[in-house]
């Protein structure tokens, strides 16, 4: 079972949206998207921003996400890189 449940990791990544505003993230799918995401980056060899010793990519990657270490953008903001 995943600590903090999605519920949680939605409430703190959408925390910083304006009243009326579109949130973040709608789905849960979101959620692992990001995560695994951040996983596979420190898989790839980026710093943990969290305390790692001993956990596994994904649960730092949460932990990341739960502490707001990590943020994550919708695609029109994001940057095209070629």
Excluded: F, W
């Excluded at 949206?17 to 849960?28: M, T």
Aim: proline fraction near 4%; glycine fraction near 8%.
């Amino acid at each position: 079972m995943l600590h903090p449940s999605y519920t949680d990791l939605m409430k703190v990544v959408n925390s910083e949206v304006e009243v009326g505003e579109h949130p973040v993230v709608n789905s849960r799918y979101s959620i692992v998207l990001a995560t695994s995401k951040r996983a596979r980056q420190i898989i790839g060899g980026e710093d943990a921003l969290v305390d790692s010793r001993g956990k596994k990519p994904l649960s730092i990657a949460v932990e990341e996400l739960n502490s707001g270490m990590v943020k994550i953008v919708g695609d029109e903001d994001t940057e095209t890189k070629y």
